[in-house]
């Protein structure tokens, strides 16, 4: 398996963000007189403690529907944990780790299929293929150590060996057909080569770090890992077979679900234990700014919109330090999704939804 990257590579990688800027423009937001911004994102929200999700209009803020995964005759343990969404909007997806399954809807927020499988945890599309990559939940005690490739289109489950417990962190890079998966408990990376499933294990230096989640740029060129343990960012070199490690940032207390920004310039996560949003510049990777507020509390998932003007948070409040604005039992059954002008780094909304908001996606409608 070749890793470094061609100039024919290279230009691969440009024109693939050329067409997903494109496509970010066409379906992603449509501009109005007064500047603004028109869009028909939707933001896909997994609520793991309530067995449900909440679908967001990404330019109001409101909540379209909350699908209540029991009315569809799933377990109220079934634990809706992480969503993804089709290129075209058609579909998306959430993974269930009580209920063993990963679930497939459509635009209309319908339920059309299913795909089981073991303790699914991260899910990621495959923009070039048919298929939707999934690992395995922070929360199963002794998974396989294989992940999942799922064909969208029917739901068909094969699933790739990876050789090494707990595998969790997830995403592709779709231009060289490459998927990254990290284990939970080791210092080490999967990359699978799709359609092939040629497989390169690489070990990353230094004390224990559970590597949480993954995020690639939008050239391709760099791989970020948040670490739990160890609180860094973690930034590689994608273009090398090794994935050398070219930057390390001291960024907080168990760094999240990291976004990059789509032009590449910054990269955001929360920082879970501190309840704050980070921002980290790309150019001599260093921490910007680090985003408090209210509803930021126990920061978990991010999703970026497609022309990088806002930023989605979902929060898990379990501690119930954020007051909801309607009279509860307990605060800590109401989470919630911030929304932050990336121009101004500051909260213009606080969204509230279900109880403890974990994985979120964003995703152009038809």
């Not at 066409?26 to 501009?31: I, P």
């Not at 390169?200 to 060129?221: C, K, M, N, Y």
């Amino acid at each position: 398996m070749t890793l470094s990257h061609t100039p024919r590579t290279a230009a691969r990688h440009a024109l693939a963000i050329l067409l997903a800027c494109i496509g970010g423009a066409l379906n992603g937001a449509a501009h109005v007189a007064d500047g603004q911004t028109a869009t028909t994102e939707r933001v896909y929200v997994a609520n793991q403690a309530a067995a449900s999700v909440s679908v967001i209009d990404a330019a109001s803020g409101t909540v379209i529907e909350t699908i209540d995964l029991t009315q569809l005759g799933f377990d109220p343990n079934c634990r809706p944990h992480h969503t993804a969404v089709d290129p075209d909007g058609r579909h998306w997806y959430v993974s269930l780790i009580g209920g063993g399954n990963v679930l497939r809807f459509n635009a209309d927020n319908e339920l059309v299929s299913r795909a089981p499988f073991e303790t699914p945890g991260l899910l990621t599309v495959d923009p070039s293929s048919d298929r939707l990559y999934v690992g395995r939940s922070m929360m199963a005690v002794n998974p396989p150590q294989r992940i999942g490739a799922i064909d969208r289109d029917d739901m068909t489950v094969q699933e790739l060996d990876v050789f090494f417990p707990r595998p969790h962190a997830l995403t592709i890079d779709p231009v060289t057909n490459r998927i990254f998966t990290a284990s939970l408990v080791e210092n080490r990376v999967a990359v699978v080569e799709g359609g092939t499933e040629a497989l390169e294990l690489v070990d990353i230096a230094g004390p224990p770090h559970t590597l949480v989640q993954f995020a690639l740029s939008p050239d391709g060129r760099r791989l970020v890992a948040t670490t739990q343990l160890t609180g860094k960012l973690l930034v590689f070199d994608a273009t090398t077979p090794a994935l050398a490690l070219v930057a390390e940032v001291d960024v907080g207390t168990q760094p999240w679900h990291p976004a990059f920004s789509p032009s590449g310039d910054r990269v955001y996560f929360g920082a879970k234990d501190d309840d704050a949003v980070v921002v980290v510049e790309t150019e001599g990777w260093s921490v910007v700014t680090r985003i408090t507020a209210p509803g930021i509390v126990e920061p978990h998932g991010s999703a970026v919109t497609a022309d990088g003007r806002y930023l989605f948070v979902s929060n898990r409040n379990l501690k119930g330090a954020y007051t909801p604005t309607r009279q509860v039992e307990n605060n800590a059954d109401v989470g919630t999704v911030v929304k932050i002008d990336t121009r101004t780094l500051e909260v213009v909304q606080t969204i509230e939804v279900g109880t403890y908001p974990a994985g979120i996606s964003l995703g152009a409608i038809p």
